[in-house]
């Protein structure tokens, strides 16, 4: 993914985040397991020796136009504040039900603990000369990091 990419994905993310209107809760294990379009973070993360972050998880979206994409961010629950990104996945928006996996090295390096997993799939409509984002799932997880 180019930098202006990352870029349009990280400042949609953040709208997305001040203007997202509350989902009502279902009678599912997850709030927002019975939505058509789903993203899910599997429980447990990995941290190499080396720093290196893999998460995992499912996702299901419908109705894409334009390239989408499944990302991830954690933060660590001694420091919330600091997000870091762990990689991207191109999502298939079918309807149908898939895996993801993404990896990530940032920097500080993280060590195996409780922290938190943001997921979004993300597509990138192109509307004129800029492709905008346009959200298709996002949740949030309490995931433990484990060393591989």
């Keep these: 993914m180019s930098g202006r990419s990352a870029l349009a994905l990280a400042a949609g993310a953040a709208l997305f985040l001040v203007a997202a209107p509350a989902v ?14 789903t993203v899910t973070v599997d429980p447990t993360g ?21 390239l989408a994409f499944v990302s991830s961010s954690v933060s660590m629950k001694d420091n919330p ?4 990104g762990i990689g991207g996945t191109l999502a298939v928006c079918d309807g149908a039900e898939h895996r993801w996996e993404n990896t990530g090295k940032p920097f500080p390096r993280l060590k195996p603990g409780e922290a938190t997993v943001e997921a979004s799939v993300t597509e990138l409509r192109g509307v004129g000369l800029i492709p905008l984002p ?10 433990t990091l484990t060393k591989a």
């Design 24 to 37: 009502p809760a279902a009678a599912t294990t997850h709030p927002r397991a019975a939505l058509e379009q």
């Design 46 to 66: 990995r941290v190499t020796d080396d720093g290196t972050v893999t998460l995992t998880g499912t996702y299901r979206c419908t109705g894409s136009e334009g």
């Design 134 to 143: 346009a959200f298709h799932a996002y949740d949030v997880y309490d995931v």
């Design 81 to 84: 504040n600091l997000h870091q």
